[in-house]
């Protein structure tokens, strides 16, 4: 069975502070992997990894991909309350583009 | 501007009376999904379409059924609504290999 697994479930830091979150994923045919934030209600992308090693960057949030290891991390640097939602990862299938398996998501709160 | 729009955006029904929850998306995107989101479970897929007239079962398809006559349209279709299908809907849309785009989902309520 399909699996992605997150890590933490919940994490409370001090603006300021540096996070790592984890995703590990078990699936057969891998394509793709999606970090995505959720705040309110509609998910919104953040990157898509597709090749082992390559850093994606966007600001603050940068994130890797370890096909070997079947994991990704998804990191935030200097974190700001803005940053406050649930992060959710998903792996896509190959055959089946259309197919995302998410994980439960980690909640990140930043407070003051 | 490119979006996905779903609707209604909140709904409470009764046991047994059918209903149908709209996605609409303008961006000519192939493919489009159906999930639901509950605490503690997360995304599950519940149907898939990769193009019109096709459509295909996700992780979690009993219950609900949905049709692809046009490209731009998805709607989720529950025949007979349960109280364990009270839930957060969102549809989804992507093209190829890129990110799927939400609609800012459905939260629906069964009593």
């Known amino acids: ?112 | 501007e490119a979006q996905v729009t779903q609707n209604p955006r909140y709904l409470i029904t009764v046991t047994g009376k059918k209903l149908t929850v709209t996605c609409s998306q303008n961006m000519n995107h192939e493919y489009m999904s159906w999930y639901r989101q509950d605490p503690g479970l997360g995304l599950r897929q519940i149907y898939y379409s990769m193009n019109v007239e096709v459509t295909d079962k996700g992780d979690v398809p009993e219950g609900y059924k949905v049709s692809r006559k046009e490209k731009r349209n998805f709607p989720l279709i529950l025949e007979s609504p349960s109280p364990n299908q009270t839930s957060l809907y969102f549809c989804a849309s992507r093209q190829g290999l890129t990110e799927a785009f939400f609609g800012q989902g459905t939260r629906l309520t069964v009593v």
Not at chain 1, 25 to 43: C, D, G, H, I, M
């Open chain 1, 1 to 112: 069975e399909d699996k992605v697994v997150q890590s933490p479930l919940s994490l409370v830091v001090h603006e300021g502070d540096t996070v790592t979150l984890n995703c590990s994923y078990e699936v057969t045919n891998f394509r793709s992997l999606l970090w995505y934030k959720q705040e309110k209600k509609a998910p919104t992308f953040l990157f898509m990894l597709t090749s082992s090693g390559i850093e994606k960057k966007s600001g603050r949030l940068s994130s890797i991909l370890d096909k070997k290891e079947l994991f990704s991390i998804l990191n935030i640097t200097a974190t700001q309350t803005g940053d406050s939602a649930v992060y959710l990862c998903a792996v896509e299938h190959t055959g089946t583009a259309s197919k995302l398996t998410f994980g439960t998501g980690t909640r990140l709160q930043v407070t003051l």
